[in-house]
């Protein structure tokens, strides 16, 4: 069946893509340097956020932070910059190349009441295992009191990955539930979270850490509208993306509602959990997410496309040594909506399920008329969840949604 889309290409690939902004320059030879400076550089305010990774996450949480009156400075590293306009409320940014430590970014690490890291682990050097790029360079400076004086309690968040769980055979697990990474990358995300705990217990209270365990972050210009255009203009996907969708339960969360998490553990401080799940209401697989887009953008199935070519999914093209060798379970999302409603702004999730998100995210775009009620949607969604949990809302027409 050919495919058939209600806009024209042009059109539609132009409501999909990601804004960007130009770059900010840095000299040449110079790993770190202050690129942007606003007025209120010298702001009395002593709530002052240090992002490590200013990139699609990491621009979201510094929006946060500014919108709620922290001077906020970060770093990024190659194209982050390029990809955002988050310079525009970052007071100072760094470009940091990862490899040593920088006198300083050490300086404003010190000078932070609030530090996050979305920095994730990379090889050493020779191969020879991963490492810790922040903890490498700037646990000592994390560990020491804030401020002037070397008083206080500095707030860390580390970005880890709900991957450290393992396999548990689709079953439902929470913060208290037994870790067993089997990928080497979720090993070294797990033997990450271990360091940092190991380093606040080591503080003598002067360092407070949360680990942020993100499910897969997706948003305006990264989410399955995205890749159901990328597919229909002949772009092939990954072997190890193809080997995703095999797998029942993938956890997800809007950027939006991740960064707010972030913001509302922040603003606990010490009275925030250890650890979060940062995850949707409603776990699918990757399969069924691409579905919903493809009747959003009205285009022909991927699995129909897929058994055109030959390419039926299979576990034989999955990596077992990579991050998407995830395995099967079900994140539970309570500890993180207690602290939405507690500490930050009242709602619990914006986006409840990825179903909820592309709608809002191909509104916003013009490819879909803007709902008139969110009850609305959320009465028809939940009238027919069982149904779409197990992948039969594919026959459920897009029209009844527009007409409901």
Request: glycine share 10%; hydrophobic share 35%.
């Amino acid at each position: 069946m050919s495919s058939r889309a209600f806009v024209d290409d042009a059109r539609l690939r132009a409501m999909t893509a990601p804004r960007r902004s130009r770059a900010r320059s840095v000299p040449d030879g110079i790993r770190a340097s202050r690129v942007v400076a606003r007025a209120d550089d010298a702001s009395a305010d002593d709530r002052r956020a240090f992002i490590f990774g200013v990139g699609y996450l990491g621009a979201a949480v510094a929006r946060r932070f500014a919108s709620e009156g922290y001077v906020v400075r970060g770093t990024f590293r190659g194209d982050d910059a390029a990809t955002t306009s988050t310079l525009d409320v970052v007071s100072r940014a760094y470009e940091w190349d990862g490899e040593r430590a920088c006198e300083e970014i050490e300086r404003e690490v010190r000078a932070a009441t609030h530090v996050v890291s979305f920095v994730p682990p990379v090889r050493a050097s020779g191969g020879d295992g991963w490492r810790d790029p922040v903890y490498d360079a700037f646990a000592s400076a994390l560990a020491s009191g804030r401020g002037a004086d070397g008083t206080g309690t500095r707030f860390f968040g580390y970005a880890s990955s709900t991957s450290v769980y393992g396999d548990h055979g689709g079953e439902l697990v929470d913060e208290t539930t037994a870790c067993r990474p089997t990928s080497v990358v979720s090993r070294a995300r797990f033997e990450g979270e271990e360091r940092w705990r190991a380093l606040a217990r080591e503080s003598n209270g002067r360092l407070a850490t949360t680990t942020f365990r993100l499910g897969g972050i997706y948003g305006p210009g990264r989410c399955a509208l995205e890749t159901v255009m990328r597919r229909e203009s002949g772009a092939r996907e990954s072997a190890s993306q193809r080997a995703r969708s095999t797998r029942r339960f993938t956890s997800r969360v809007h950027v939006d509602d991740a960064a707010r998490l972030v913001i509302a553990a922040a603003n606990a401080g010490r009275r925030a959990s250890d650890v979060y799940n940062v995850v949707d209401d409603r776990p699918i697989s990757r399969r069924d997410a691409l579905a919903f887009a493809e009747q959003i953008l009205h285009v022909s199935s991927v699995e129909d496309e897929d058994r055109k070519r030959g390419d039926d999914d299979d576990d034989s093209d999955d990596d077992a040594g990579g991050e998407s060798a995830r395995g099967e379970k079900r994140a539970s999302n309570r500890r993180m909506k207690e602290t939405l409603a507690t500490f930050g702004d009242g709602a619990s999730m914006l986006y409840p399920s990825v179903y909820h998100g592309l709608l809002r995210i191909a509104a916003s775009r013009g490819i879909l008329a803007a709902r008139a009620s969110e009850d609305e949607f959320d009465t028809w969604f939940n009238d027919r969840f069982d149904a779409l949990g197990d992948g039969e809302y594919a026959r459920v027409a897009l029209e009844e949604l527009r007409e409901s």
